[in-house]
């Protein structure tokens, strides 16, 4: 068995067609999140390994890192609000 094995998925928002590396010996389970190299927007992956090598996986929209930035985004609105009013 390979320990690496390329898994190609499309983009959960643009759609555009990514492949990404996984490594087998980080793990039956693993969960991370990658930036679409298209649109770098966060996309969770999260990959399920079967004892004799299938891979179960699933990409899909991180709303967690993407309220996170809309939030910073806001903040930072906000600021430049606060900074025009003096
Ligand atoms: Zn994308």
Redesign the pocket.
């Known amino acids: 068995m390979d320990l690496e094995s390329d898994q190609a998925f499309n983009?959960p928002?643009?759609?555009?067609s990514?492949s990404i590396r996984i490594d087998r010996t980080g793990g039956r389970r693993q969960y991370f999140v990658t930036d679409?190299?298209?649109?770098?927007?966060p996309?969770s992956i999260e990959v399920d390994m079967d004892p004799d090598g299938f891979v179960n996986f699933i990409a899909k929209r991180c709303e967690r890192i993407m309220n996170m930035l809309q939030q910073m985004k806001k903040e930072v609105i906000n600021e430049k609000i606060e900074k025009t009013k003096k």
């Open positions: 983009c928002y643009c759609s555009a990514i679409c190299e298209v649109c770098c927007r996309i």
